[in-house]
């Protein structure tokens, strides 16, 4: 079982989230069966209840846990980890946070380039504050340090002076926001993308372009790298090509 020590560090949500995960998988309690109240489980895994109840969230969203207001939190009787399959959704969640990344990439790498030619000695300043709030709010409240978060890449995408480029990144704002507040939230083993950051609003100073580039594909595919589902082996590809090739 998971050591509650274990719990005490990092984002506290994941851990419990795993660890009660864990707890199913072996079977501490029969399909049907009904967990121990919020109070109980916090105790003993060491966190706070308000943990308890947003790792019990997740999993009845996953298929595992079915929470009945009023009665209690059960075992789902079937699950998508029943069998020991994959948690699908959790990798659909991280599928389309790729996927938002991608999206991403081809807006802001081309933006942090135009930036660089384009952005004017008065503009460094408010880099500067918005990279500033984005260093205040790291750690704190997840949205709140999205938003930050965004607002310094959109002040990015503004001083392009590309007017469809910015279109396109506030038409995406929505979508982009809400996955990576749900990243900061519950993915454990985030990079720290401050120096890549401080990095951009270095080379947009100096007029930098090739600089810019590297900063934003450094600071966006780092994530990537995260979210990536493992390459399927060379192995298993072979005997499928060779079958497409008759």
């Not at 910015?166 to 809400?178: A, D, N, Q, Y």
């Amino acid at each position: 079982m998971t050591e509650p020590a274990r719990l005490r560090h990092g984002r506290v949500v994941p851990q419990v989230e795993g660890a009660l995960r864990d707890m199913l998988r072996e079977g501490r309690w029969e399909p049907g069966a009904r967990l121990p109240n919020e109070v109980m489980l916090a105790a003993e895994l060491g966190v706070g209840r308000s943990s308890v109840r947003e790792a019990v969230r997740l999993l009845a969203h996953d298929g595992l846990l079915d929470v009945r207001h009023g009665s209690g939190t059960f075992v789902a009787r079937t699950g998508p980890e029943r069998d020991g399959g994959p948690d699908l959704r959790h990798l659909l969640r991280r599928a389309r946070l790729l996927e938002v990344y991608e999206v991403r990439r081809a807006l802001e790498v081309e933006a942090a380039r135009l930036a660089a030619l384009r952005t004017r000695p008065e503009d460094l300043a408010r880099l500067t504050a918005d990279l500033k709030r984005r260093q205040e709010a790291a750690g704190g409240e997840p949205a709140a340090f999205v938003d930050a978060d965004l607002e310094f890449h959109r002040t990015v995408v503004e001083l392009s002076g590309n007017a469809v480029l910015l279109g396109l990144f506030t038409s995406v704002l929505p979508v982009l926001r809400e996955a990576l507040i749900e990243m900061v939230r519950y993915e454990t083993g985030l990079p720290d993308l401050s120096c890549a950051h401080a990095d951009l609003l270095d080379a947009l100073a100096r007029g930098d372009a090739p600089a810019a580039i590297a900063a934003t594909t450094r600071h966006l595919e780092s994530v990537m790298a995260l979210v990536q589902p493992p390459a399927r082996p060379a192995a298993q590809e072979e005997p499928r090509a060779r079958e497409e090739a008759r």
